[in-house]
């Protein structure tokens, strides 16, 4: 098993910066694409960006496409979600979830494990 822990949420004007971490500990952090989900009050979760195992590929959703870039560092167990130019729609809990199997899914059902989420606030 993986144990998942986001930091790096918290309140922000709009056009700000903010950088999400996502700690893995448990397994080995590289066995395992990662993706960050977002949900907002009323709404379903969704797909944000997605990485692969040692960094190389990429996947966005296209509301955040320029914006944000995911990242890790296999070394540290950590990855990351640099979130620029924000927008009060990007208010959510954001989520990191890792998957050994499926590769770079934005279907939230294959993902295997998740963290507690991390609050993020973009006012106008």
């Known amino acids: 098993q993986v144990q998942l822990v986001e930091s790096g949420g918290g309140l922000v004007q709009a056009g700000g910066s903010l950088r999400l971490s996502c700690a893995a500990s448990g397994r080995t952090f590289s066995r395992y694409y990662m993706a960050w989900f977002r949900q907002a009050p009323g709404k379903e979760r969704e797909f944000v960006a997605a990485?692969?195992?040692?960094?190389?590929?990429?996947d966005y959703a296209g509301s955040v496409k320029g914006r944000f870039t995911i990242s890790r560092d296999n070394a540290k167990n950590t990855g990351y979600l640099q979130m620029n130019s924000l927008k009060p729609e990007d208010t959510a809990v954001y989520y990191c979830?890792?998957?050994?199997?499926?590769?770079?899914?934005?279907?939230?059902?294959?993902?295997?494990?998740w963290g507690q989420g991390t609050q993020v606030t973009v006012s106008s």
């Open positions: 979830a890792v998957d050994e199997d499926y590769g770079l899914t934005r279907h939230s059902g294959q993902y295997d494990y």
């Open positions: 990485i692969s195992k040692l960094g190389v590929s990429t």
